[in-house]
């Protein structure tokens, strides 16, 4: 990733012929790899060991992935802790529910190995990123009565702040910084997600839209500041 870190990747899946043949990838490409086969031990290890990126299953007995993913969302001490599925799961409402529990991103096996490494690599990126001061032009945007506040990770509509999950605050700080503009998916894909031009589901930014929408509009159904350009993208209303 052009610097000496390793990062520390945790893959939870209960299929251990998958689960191996992940770390070996990824151990390949110079990650830390920890392997959990259950929801409930993946918590477990995220909770003692704190990795920079959790490769989450979905179907799982007992606990299942998307509960995992809530729970790590709901947890103070891990809720920023990216996490990207990689599952079975591959019809649409799938890939909603899984970005709706806090998921970053979400791949369907059979996977392409390269896209896993490019993927992880990008939220990773956004990350560190994300962690260098220096990026912000400013401590707190604001557009209208929205106020984006870079050091807490929160905003606000004027009812209070509310926290935003990595992505979120990624998503809404690029869209605020440029007031105004419209966006395509195609656009936001690569420019938030880090992504090729040809990578990247544009189902991916609809969701985080939505999710976002739900926490900063007064009225997320009639959405006054992250609003749709029928044919074009989104913009935020300057």
Known sequence: MGDNIKHHILVIDDEKIVAGSIERTLRAHDFNVAVATSGVEGLNAARRHRPDLVVLDVLMPGMDGFEVCRQIRA???????PILFLTARSKPEDRVLGLRAGADDYLTKPFNVDELVLRIRAILRRVIAK???????????????????????TADNGTGPVPLTPVQFDLLYFLMSRPGEVFSPAKLLHDVWDYPFDAGSPDLVRVHVKNLREKIEPDPA??????TVPGHGYTIKS
């Open 222 to 227: 009639n959405p006054s500041y992250i609003t």
């Open 131 to 153: 962690q260098i001061p220096a990026a912000m032009t400013s401590n707190k945007l604001n557009v209208r009565s929205l106020i984006l506040d870079c050091e807490s990770f």
């Open 75 to 81: 947890d103070p001490l891990l809720n920023e802790m």
